[in-house]
């Protein structure tokens, strides 16, 4: 039997590398591509049965390459499954013809798991193909003798019917929850929609976020996380009964059809999910998580155009409820409340203008310590908050940047805290004498500006302040990382003499490979391996090798949200330079008296030596 054959298409070695150890244990026949216009050459000689792709590589990235083998016969048919660090590729992954995906950091299970299913799609295939040949031969074999071999035959066609039917089950639905999967779920509300005008019929469409899903999928690991989602499922599907329609959009998400036009029907189903998962605790290896969920609801009416349409909808309702900080069930508003959110938008759009125009932004710091012995002077970070004149109250960053990004208010904002920051600087000359740097978060928005880097040199020849006392923190993402303006900008601001630091590695894209491309000096890593390094071998085994590859490249690590000396001890013994968080000092306003107290104490760090 022919040899099941995966072609991993990747530019980073070390994650081919890790993808070659992983599926040695599920004797595959493994080719390897190190760009998608190599993979094309590849795939003119040989035909692979799985295809592992990474979403993100020079040139032609990997939607591209799924976009041109899906208009291709010969390769139309081929299972893909993306390899991605970021939730946001999944979506766009199905959309171009994407069967599946793989998270970064990669968890061996977790690609055991999906390259095992299509192991055994691909069997049941090689099956059906080999009986559908027999059945043929045979056929006209005995087609003198069919009343006698009529009973055998109808065997092999009902055996035929099964292995039909059990593809078309797998190629429907989620091989974890035992539900319909996204591609029926898509099939299912293009039917409703695609109804005759004489003959609709409305129904109603139910997204179900799970809350803790992340926590227990970090913490317990993916059988437990898959555990959950099993539950789950079996909870939604008998609670929504056996006329809804149950599927798995992805990760965390899923989704019900109710066929009713009967609100209050639909209210009561939603009203009973949102009970029993606020009630549910899900017990792993003698730990108990309470599971939450957000609900959106949305009629599908003849307003509706696409499938696309309802999910974008759906997901309009979700982001308010998150965005509100509620587990709540939320439905899609009628015309005059969708006018009345709008205006709530408008408000929030002139209440960020208004704090550009008034100064009601506020600058906060706090200070980054080192982990083993002392430096001269201190570093610190800014941080921005929003003081409401109303209310007179501050609001934290969470509650308004998504604002600021919407209305494109976030690269002023940026411009702001970097004026600010200067003025500070210059109109206390012995504060800035004593500090050694200050940390500035830039946003991706912010990095597209072809002229920050003028705007950061003109604010520090006018408030006579040197380049190296600020250091500028860029979020690893997408955007950033492969946008060549962006990697000239950087550039341009590390030649006025500033630092630059890449923020909450880590958890987003992911790949060690660019911190070699581009002009970091330093490497934040993200503050959720603090809270989770004490319990998880996972988080542990992320952190050292973002320490190791840190140390080759000669660039210092500072670890966020260290919360106790443990901890702090912990990621010195792990060769961690710098520490931040609530153990070492807590955020407070950047002003004179505050700053001169944070000068004047013993630090944390200095106690713990």
């Known amino acids: 039997m022919k040899a099941f054959t995966v072609l991993i298409v990747d530019d980073v070695p070390d994650n081919i590398d890790m993808l070659r150890r992983v599926l040695v244990p599920l004797d595959c026949k493994v080719s390897v591509a190190i760009s998608a216009e190599r993979a094309l050459s590849i795939l003119e000689q040989i035909t692979p049965d799985l295809i592992l792709l990474d979403v993100m590589m020079p040139g032609m990235s990997g939607f591209d390459l799924c976009s041109i083998l899906r208009k291709d016969t010969r390769f139309y048919e081929i299972p893909i499954i993306f390899v991605t660090g970021r939730t946001d590729d999944i979506s766009q992954g199905f959309a171009v013809g994407g069967n599946d995906y793989i998270t970064k950091p990669i968890n061996a299970d977790e690609v055991i798991a ?31 003798e069919l009343v006698s071999t009529n009973k055998l035959l109808r065997e092999e066609i009902n055996e035929r019917r099964y292995m039909q039917d059990r593809l078309k089950y797998l190629a429907e639905h989620d091989f974890v929850s035992r539900t319909h999967n996204r591609k029926a779920l898509e099939r299912n509300i293009v039917e409703i929609i695609s109804q005759p005008t004489e003959n609709f019929k409305p129904a109603f469409y139910i997204a179900i976020d799970l809350a803790r899903f992340r926590v227990v999928n970090e913490s317990c690991g993916l059988i437990a ?291 070699r491309d581009f002009p970091f000096d330093h490497i934040k890593i993200d503050g959720i391996f603090a809270r989770e390094i004490e319990h998880s071998e996972a988080s542990l085994a992320m952190v050292q090798s973002i320490v190791d590859v840190a140390k080759k490249l000669n660039k210092p690590c500072v670890v966020e949200f260290v919360e106790n000396q443990t901890l702090a001890d912990r990621y010195k013994s792990m060769g961690i330079e710098w520490g931040q968080g609530y153990h070492f000092h807590k955020p407070e306003p950047l002003n004179e008296e505050n700053l001169e107290r944070c000068l004047s104490r013993k630090p944390a760090c200095e106690e713990s030596l």
């Open 225 to 515: 996380g898959d555990e959950l989602l099993s539950e789950a499922a079996e909870m939604i599907s008998l609670v929504a009964g056996s006329n809804a329609f149950v599927a798995r959009l992805s990760g965390d998400s899923f989704s019900v059809i109710c066929p009713t036009d009967n609100i209050e029907h639909v209210s009561s189903i939603a009203s009973q999910l949102h009970t029993e998962f606020a009630e549910f605790t899900f017990n792993w290896d003698g730990r108990h998580f309470d599971i939450g969920a957000t609900l959106a609801v949305v009629k599908i009416d003849q307003s509706i155009t696409s499938f696309d349409q309802v999910l974008m909808m759906a997901d309009e309702v979700m982001y308010n409820a998150k965005r509100d900080g509620e587990q709540s069930v939320r439905y899609f508003s009628d015309l005059e409340e969708q006018a009345s959110r709008q205006n709530t938008r408008q408000n929030w759009a002139l209440r960020l203008i208004d704090a550009l125009k008034y100064d009601h932004f506020r600058v906060y710091f706090q200070q980054i310590c080192p982990l083993s012995g002392c430096v001269d002077g201190i570093h610190l970070e800014a941080l921005i908050r929003l003081y409401d004149p109303d209310n007179d109250c501050l609001i934290f960053p969470d509650n308004f940047l998504f604002a600021a990004e919407r209305y494109q208010l976030i690269a002023d904002i940026d411009r702001w805290i970097i004026r600010k920051v200067c003025e500070f600087l210059s109109t206390h000359p012995r504060q800035q004498q004593r500090i050694k740097q200050v940390a500035i978060n830039l946003s991706a928005t912010t990095l597209r500006d072809p002229h920050l880097a003028d705007y950061i040199q003109d604010s520090l020849e006018k408030y006579a302040v040197s380049p190296s006392k600020l250091c500028f923190e860029v979020t690893e993402t997408e955007q950033i990382i492969h946008v060549n303006k962006t990697s000239s900008i950087l550039e341009q601001i590390k030649q006025l003499g500033c630092s630059i630091a890449i923020d909450d590695f880590g958890s987003g894209y992911s790949s060690f490979s660019y911190l």
């Open 114 to 144: 999906r390259v095992k299913h299509h192991q055994e799609r691909y069997q049941l295939l090689l099956q059906l193909r080999s009986l559908n040949n027999e059945l043929e031969d045979r056929v006209r074999q005995r087609t003198a």
